[in-house]
Structure formats: C-alpha cells, structure tokens
C-alpha cells in the first residue's frame, strides 16, 4: 500500500528566507510524486512531480523538490519565501508499479505561512 | 489551459436530502476521479472511473453515493441522502491514465449540509 507523511502540520519563515517542506513516502514499486499547492478556496494547483532521472526537479513559481531514495524522501524548497507562497502544500505518491489509473495518495497537508 | 470545471461552486443541503456533483473533466482524459477533503484536512480517495465504470473505490465510497458519466463530457457524484458528516470540499479530477502524469483538479465544490 502507498502512504505519505508530511510531519509538519504548519512551517511559518519569514519572507526572502528559504522555505522546506517535508514529505516522505512509502510504497512498494517504484515511487512517483507530485506536489499540490491550495491556495485559500480554491482547488489543488499542481507544482512538480518527479518519475525518474535527475533528482532534483524543478516546478513551478520557483519550488523546486529534491528525491532522496535512500531516506524515501521528497521535501519541497524554494531559495527565496514570498508571502503569496502563503497556501497548503500537498505531497502525493503512485506505486509506479501499478497502472495510471492508480489514483494519487495525498499527505495531510502542511500549511505554509510566509511572514512579511 | 485546458482545466476541469465543476459546478456548483458551493451547495447547501438539508441532511437526508440528494445532492448531484457535476464536473467536466478535460476532454481528451479518459480517467475520473472523486476525491473529499474535510475543511483544511487530507484530500481523501473516493472513487476512480474509467470506460463507464468504477475502477477502484474507498471505504468511504459506500451505497449512499454513485458516480455516472451520462453523456459524453460530464462526471457527476451523486449523494442519495446526505447526512451531516457528507459537509466537505469535493473535488473532480481527471488524467490521460498515464502513470507519471499528474491528475488536473477542479476548482472543487463544497457541500454544506444542515
């Protein structure tokens, strides 16, 4: 079965310092992740995923995500925090081993707030 | 950009009665989905559906609620008779089915029930 952790519920910085957001998986096959942003009422904006090759994958606004194997790992960052990256931030996972119809696995959520 | 679009945006309910989720999905993807998200929390898997029938469900997705495609660019959730804990976003979405490409949601519709 395919899980997400995100163990932060809320990550509050101050704008122009650099962000992290943490996300590790599980699943049995190979993983395929993706990052979500929500912004206040509204739906789940795709940022990046990662499916295979270079391990740091770059998304949209400036987020960047970087895949680490060893640890299970897929944290989303950005150099420079705005206050309008203020949202809910998303990490989801599919089994690459299953088909594509395998609907993606969210993690709970973790509520960024940039401070000005 | 090609998007999913849903509607209504916001539906108030009285418990016991049937709600009808309308979506369209982005039309070249063959796959559909449901997914819930309880105000602010995880967005919670309920249904997939693919060449008019469901592919996988949740536990979520019990008796009270069905999935119709009944022509050929709506996706509709059906809800036959709410009950209080029903009140959440609900969001469609939709994929070309290919493994490493991401699913595209809509702007979500969120269900009150009194």
């Known amino acids: 079965a395919q899980s997400v952790a995100q163990p932060e519920d809320q990550v509050n910085v101050a704008e122009g310092n650099p962000l992290t957001v943490k996300c590790t998986y599980s699943?049995?096959?190979?993983?395929?992740l993706f990052w979500y942003v929500q912004y206040p009422n509204r739906g789940l904006q795709f940022l990046l995923k990662?499916?295979?090759?270079?391990?740091l994958v770059k998304g949209s606004y400036g987020f960047e995500a970087e895949f680490n194997k060893s640890q299970t790992s897929f944290h989303l960052k950005k150099p420079s925090a705005l206050v309008s990256d203020s949202a809910l931030y998303f990490c989801?996972?599919?089994?690459?081993?299953?088909?594509?119809?395998?609907?993606?696995?969210f993690g709970k959520g973790t509520r960024l707030s940039v401070i000005a | 950009e090609p998007e999913v679009t849903q509607t209504p945006s916001h539906q108030v309910t009285q418990m016991g009665q049937e709600v009808i989720l309308r979506c369209v999905p982005i039309?070249?993807?063959?796959?559909f989905y449901w997914y819930r998200q309880i105000l602010g929390q995880k967005v919670e898997f309920l249904v997939s559906?693919?060449?008019?029938?469901?592919?996988?469900k949740s536990e979520i997705f019990d008796d009270q609620f069905s999935v119709e495609r009944p022509d050929g660019s709506n996706f509709t959730l059906k809800i036959r008779s709410t009950k209080l804990e029903d009140s959440a976003m609900y969001f469609c979405?939709?994929?070309?089915?290919?493994?490493?490409?991401?699913?595209?949601f809509g702007q979500g519709t969120r269900l009150t029930v009194v």
């Open positions: 990662y499916i295979t090759g270079d391990n």
């Open positions: 039309s070249n993807h063959l796959y």
């Open positions: 559906f693919y060449n008019n029938e469901i592919s996988e």
């Open positions: 979405a939709s994929s070309d089915g290919q493994v490493s490409t991401e699913a595209f």
């Open positions: 989801a996972v599919r089994d690459g081993a299953n088909s594509g119809n395998t609907p993606l696995v």
């Open positions: 699943v049995s096959g190979n993983p395929y």
